[in-house]
């Protein structure tokens, strides 16, 4: 992979450590933010490696598999006590990480 490319991938993905919900989100709005991130990154990833990209499919299942990461990091955690900051950052950095992942095998 192109070292601009690696470089921009790093970027997004120290990004993703710094993600956090505003004080006092509800439920509700913590859903739409985890969302609008998740189309944020895509969109991303969509600017640096268009051509590398996985299918929507395939990205739908790294979403899923990323969830199922961030569920099982936080499963100690009482279920209102869950989705919190690190929780959007942990499920964010997997998704990136598992998009990146699929980019790079696409080029080997």
């Known amino acids: 992979m192109e ?9 997004i993905l120290k ?3 710094q993600f956090d919900f505003p004080f006092f989100a509800n ?10 991130k998740k189309s944020y990154i895509e969109e991303k990833f969509r600017v640096v490696a268009p051509e590398s990209l996985p299918s929507e499919e395939k990205m739908r299942k790294i979403w899923e598999q990323s ?5 099982e990091q936080f499963k100690s955690l ?8 690190f929780y959007l950052q942990e499920l964010m950095h997997c998704y990136a990480e598992k998009l990146k992942d699929s980019i790079i095998d696409k080029e080997d």
């Open 3 to 11: 070292k601009s490319i690696r470089r921009e991938i790093d970027n």
């Open 15 to 17: 990004e993703t450590t």
């Open 27 to 36: 439920e509700e709005k913590k859903r739409i933010i985890l969302l609008k």
């Open 67 to 71: 969830v199922e990461f961030a569920d």
């Open 78 to 85: 009482p279920i209102n006590k869950r989705f919190n900051g």
